[in-house]
T-cell receptor, first 113, second 114 residues
Framework: KQEVTQIPAALSVPEGENLVLNCSFTDSAIYNLQWFRQDPGKGLTSLLLIQSSQREQTSGRLNASLDKSSGRSTLYIAASQPGDSATYLCAVAASGGSYIPTFGRGTSLIVHP | NAGVTQTPKFRILKIGQSMTLQCTQDMNHNYMYWYRQDPGMGLKLIYYSVGAGITDKGEVPNGYNVSRSTTEDFPLRLELAAPSQTSVYFC?????????????FGSGTQLSVL
Protein backbone atom coordinates (compact mmCIF):
# COMPACT_ATOMS: atom_id res chain seq x y z
CA LYS A 1 0.00 0.00 0.00
CA GLN A 2 1.35 3.39 -0.98
CA GLU A 3 2.07 5.75 1.92
CA VAL A 4 2.64 9.45 1.27
CA THR A 5 4.20 11.72 3.88
CA GLN A 6 4.58 15.48 3.74
CA ILE A 7 7.05 17.43 5.83
CA PRO A 8 6.73 19.89 7.43
CA ALA A 9 3.08 19.78 8.46
CA ALA A 10 3.06 23.56 8.93
CA LEU A 11 5.34 26.39 7.98
CA SER A 12 5.29 30.12 8.75
CA VAL A 13 7.77 32.39 6.98
CA PRO A 14 8.28 36.07 6.21
CA GLU A 15 7.58 37.32 2.73
CA GLY A 16 10.41 36.92 0.24
CA GLU A 17 11.84 33.65 1.53
CA ASN A 18 12.54 30.70 -0.75
CA LEU A 19 10.73 27.58 0.48
CA VAL A 20 11.05 23.83 0.08
CA LEU A 21 8.13 21.53 0.77
CA ASN A 22 8.79 17.80 0.92
CA CYS A 23 6.77 14.78 -0.15
CA SER A 24 7.95 11.19 0.31
CA PHE A 25 6.33 7.97 -0.87
CA THR A 26 6.97 4.31 -0.13
CA ASP A 27 6.29 2.61 -3.49
CA SER A 28 8.42 3.84 -6.40
CA ALA A 29 6.15 2.23 -9.03
CA ILE A 30 4.28 5.44 -9.73
CA TYR A 31 2.38 6.75 -12.75
CA ASN A 32 2.80 10.42 -11.93
CA LEU A 33 2.99 12.85 -9.02
CA GLN A 34 0.91 15.97 -8.73
CA TRP A 35 1.15 18.98 -6.43
CA PHE A 36 -2.04 20.78 -5.44
CA ARG A 37 -2.92 23.99 -3.65
CA GLN A 38 -5.95 24.21 -1.37
CA ASP A 39 -7.24 27.48 0.05
CA PRO A 40 -9.37 27.35 3.24
CA GLY A 41 -12.85 26.03 2.52
CA LYS A 42 -12.08 25.52 -1.15
CA GLY A 43 -11.32 22.71 -3.55
CA LEU A 44 -7.95 21.58 -4.88
CA THR A 45 -6.16 23.38 -7.67
CA SER A 46 -3.46 21.57 -9.63
CA LEU A 47 -0.09 23.33 -9.58
CA LEU A 48 2.36 20.95 -11.21
CA LEU A 49 2.35 17.40 -12.50
CA ILE A 50 5.49 15.31 -12.98
CA GLN A 51 5.28 12.20 -15.10
CA SER A 52 7.08 9.07 -13.96
CA SER A 53 9.74 9.52 -16.64
CA GLN A 54 10.43 13.17 -15.75
CA ARG A 55 12.73 14.72 -13.16
CA GLU A 56 11.16 18.15 -12.71
CA GLN A 57 8.53 20.64 -13.81
CA THR A 58 8.44 24.42 -13.52
CA SER A 59 5.65 26.98 -13.53
CA GLY A 60 6.51 30.56 -12.72
CA ARG A 61 7.96 30.71 -9.19
CA LEU A 62 7.21 27.02 -8.61
CA ASN A 63 9.53 24.12 -9.33
CA ALA A 64 8.79 20.51 -8.51
CA SER A 65 11.33 17.70 -8.65
CA LEU A 66 10.93 13.95 -8.57
CA ASP A 67 13.40 11.27 -7.49
CA LYS A 68 11.67 7.92 -7.81
CA SER A 69 14.64 5.90 -6.58
CA SER A 70 14.58 7.65 -3.22
CA GLY A 71 10.80 8.06 -3.14
CA ARG A 72 10.89 11.84 -2.87
CA SER A 73 9.50 14.96 -4.44
CA THR A 74 10.12 18.56 -3.49
CA LEU A 75 8.13 21.68 -4.27
CA TYR A 76 10.30 24.78 -4.38
CA ILE A 77 8.59 28.16 -4.05
CA ALA A 78 10.79 31.13 -4.92
CA ALA A 79 10.38 34.58 -3.38
CA SER A 80 7.28 33.68 -1.37
CA GLN A 81 4.35 36.11 -1.18
CA PRO A 82 1.41 36.41 1.24
CA GLY A 83 -0.82 35.18 -1.59
CA ASP A 84 1.03 31.85 -1.46
CA SER A 85 -0.55 31.14 1.94
CA ALA A 86 -2.52 27.90 1.56
CA THR A 87 -2.23 24.17 2.14
CA TYR A 88 -0.10 22.28 -0.37
CA LEU A 89 -0.81 18.61 -1.01
CA CYS A 90 1.02 16.06 -3.07
CA ALA A 91 -0.71 13.10 -4.70
CA VAL A 92 1.05 10.03 -6.04
CA ALA A 93 -0.80 8.06 -8.71
CA ALA A 94 -0.17 4.33 -8.82
CA SER A 95 1.05 2.55 -11.94
CA GLY A 96 -0.23 -0.86 -12.99
CA GLY A 97 -3.67 0.11 -14.27
CA SER A 98 -5.57 1.54 -11.32
CA TYR A 99 -3.92 5.01 -11.40
CA ILE A 100 -5.37 5.64 -7.95
CA PRO A 101 -3.96 8.86 -6.44
CA THR A 102 -2.83 8.65 -2.82
CA PHE A 103 -2.55 11.92 -0.94
CA GLY A 104 -0.30 13.20 1.78
CA ARG A 105 -1.76 15.19 4.68
CA GLY A 106 -0.44 18.46 3.29
CA THR A 107 1.76 21.31 4.40
CA SER A 108 -0.03 24.37 5.75
CA LEU A 109 1.91 27.46 4.66
CA ILE A 110 1.57 30.97 6.04
CA VAL A 111 3.59 33.77 4.44
CA HIS A 112 3.40 36.93 6.51
CA PRO A 113 4.18 40.42 5.22
CA ASN B 1 -16.16 24.30 -19.76
CA ALA B 2 -17.64 23.28 -16.37
CA GLY B 3 -15.15 20.50 -15.47
CA VAL B 4 -16.27 18.58 -12.37
CA THR B 5 -19.49 19.76 -10.72
CA GLN B 6 -20.62 18.69 -7.26
CA THR B 7 -23.94 19.34 -5.59
CA PRO B 8 -24.95 20.31 -2.97
CA LYS B 9 -22.19 22.52 -1.55
CA PHE B 10 -23.46 22.23 2.02
CA ARG B 11 -25.81 19.86 3.77
CA ILE B 12 -26.85 19.07 7.33
CA LEU B 13 -28.28 15.63 8.01
CA LYS B 14 -29.79 14.07 11.09
CA ILE B 15 -28.45 10.72 12.29
CA GLY B 16 -30.06 7.92 10.32
CA GLN B 17 -31.05 10.01 7.31
CA SER B 18 -29.85 9.20 3.80
CA MET B 19 -28.72 11.37 0.94
CA THR B 20 -26.95 11.33 -2.41
CA LEU B 21 -24.03 13.55 -3.30
CA GLN B 22 -24.03 14.32 -6.98
CA CYS B 23 -20.94 14.49 -9.19
CA THR B 24 -20.85 15.08 -12.91
CA GLN B 25 -18.01 15.83 -15.32
CA ASP B 26 -18.05 17.03 -18.90
CA MET B 27 -14.51 16.02 -19.92
CA ASN B 28 -15.39 12.47 -21.01
CA HIS B 29 -13.09 11.04 -18.34
CA ASN B 30 -13.38 7.35 -17.60
CA TYR B 31 -11.74 7.48 -14.17
CA MET B 32 -13.67 9.06 -11.33
CA TYR B 33 -13.01 9.12 -7.59
CA TRP B 34 -14.72 10.04 -4.34
CA TYR B 35 -12.58 11.28 -1.46
CA ARG B 36 -13.37 12.55 2.00
CA GLN B 37 -11.22 15.10 3.77
CA ASP B 38 -11.14 15.42 7.54
CA PRO B 39 -9.20 18.27 9.19
CA GLY B 40 -5.45 17.66 9.06
CA MET B 41 -5.90 14.19 7.58
CA GLY B 42 -5.42 14.64 3.85
CA LEU B 43 -7.83 12.94 1.45
CA LYS B 44 -8.98 9.36 1.86
CA LEU B 45 -10.41 7.40 -1.06
CA ILE B 46 -13.97 6.14 -0.59
CA TYR B 47 -14.81 4.60 -3.98
CA TYR B 48 -13.56 4.85 -7.50
CA SER B 49 -14.67 3.93 -11.00
CA VAL B 50 -12.67 3.17 -14.14
CA GLY B 51 -15.62 3.43 -16.49
CA ALA B 52 -19.38 3.18 -16.80
CA GLY B 53 -20.65 0.11 -14.97
CA ILE B 54 -17.39 -0.49 -13.08
CA THR B 55 -16.84 0.59 -9.48
CA ASP B 56 -14.54 -0.53 -6.68
CA LYS B 57 -13.92 0.18 -3.02
CA GLY B 58 -11.26 2.50 -1.78
CA GLU B 59 -9.73 2.86 1.67
CA VAL B 60 -12.87 3.89 3.61
CA PRO B 61 -16.01 2.52 1.84
CA ASN B 62 -18.12 1.54 4.85
CA GLY B 63 -21.41 3.44 5.03
CA TYR B 64 -21.30 4.52 1.39
CA ASN B 65 -22.44 3.23 -1.97
CA VAL B 66 -21.82 4.36 -5.54
CA SER B 67 -23.08 3.70 -9.02
CA ARG B 68 -21.76 4.59 -12.48
CA SER B 69 -24.46 4.23 -15.11
CA THR B 70 -22.96 6.87 -17.42
CA THR B 71 -19.49 8.21 -18.11
CA GLU B 72 -20.52 11.65 -16.86
CA ASP B 73 -22.12 10.87 -13.50
CA PHE B 74 -20.76 9.25 -10.35
CA PRO B 75 -23.16 9.76 -7.40
CA LEU B 76 -22.21 8.84 -3.83
CA ARG B 77 -24.97 7.51 -1.60
CA LEU B 78 -24.90 7.75 2.20
CA GLU B 79 -27.25 5.35 3.92
CA LEU B 80 -28.11 5.76 7.62
CA ALA B 81 -25.90 8.79 8.18
CA ALA B 82 -23.65 8.75 11.26
CA PRO B 83 -21.68 11.58 12.97
CA SER B 84 -18.45 9.89 11.76
CA GLN B 85 -19.48 10.82 8.22
CA THR B 86 -19.22 14.52 8.98
CA SER B 87 -16.56 15.61 6.52
CA VAL B 88 -15.85 17.43 3.28
CA TYR B 89 -16.41 15.25 0.22
CA PHE B 90 -14.58 15.73 -3.05
CA CYS B 91 -15.22 14.16 -6.42
CA UNK B 92 -12.40 13.98 -8.96
CA UNK B 93 -11.86 12.71 -12.48
CA UNK B 94 -9.00 11.94 -14.85
CA UNK B 95 -8.21 10.13 -18.07
CA UNK B 96 -4.88 8.27 -17.71
CA UNK B 97 -3.01 7.74 -20.93
CA UNK B 98 0.52 8.96 -21.45
CA UNK B 99 1.31 10.00 -17.88
CA UNK B 100 0.67 13.70 -18.10
CA UNK B 101 -3.05 13.73 -17.42
CA UNK B 102 -4.09 15.82 -14.48
CA UNK B 103 -6.59 15.01 -11.76
CA UNK B 104 -9.49 17.48 -11.73
CA PHE B 105 -11.54 18.19 -8.62
CA GLY B 106 -14.98 19.48 -7.89
CA SER B 107 -15.44 22.24 -5.33
CA GLY B 108 -16.57 19.87 -2.59
CA THR B 109 -19.59 19.15 -0.42
CA GLN B 110 -19.43 20.03 3.27
CA LEU B 111 -21.60 17.55 5.18
CA SER B 112 -22.53 17.69 8.84
CA VAL B 113 -24.36 14.83 10.54
CA LEU B 114 -25.97 15.85 13.81
Amino acid sequence: KQEVTQIPAALSVPEGENLVLNCSFTDSAIYNLQWFRQDPGKGLTSLLLIQSSQREQTSGRLNASLDKSSGRSTLYIAASQPGDSATYLCAVAASGGSYIPTFGRGTSLIVHP
Amino acid sequence: NAGVTQTPKFRILKIGQSMTLQCTQDMNHNYMYWYRQDPGMGLKLIYYSVGAGITDKGEVPNGYNVSRSTTEDFPLRLELAAPSQTSVYFCASSEPGQGGEKLFFGSGTQLSVL
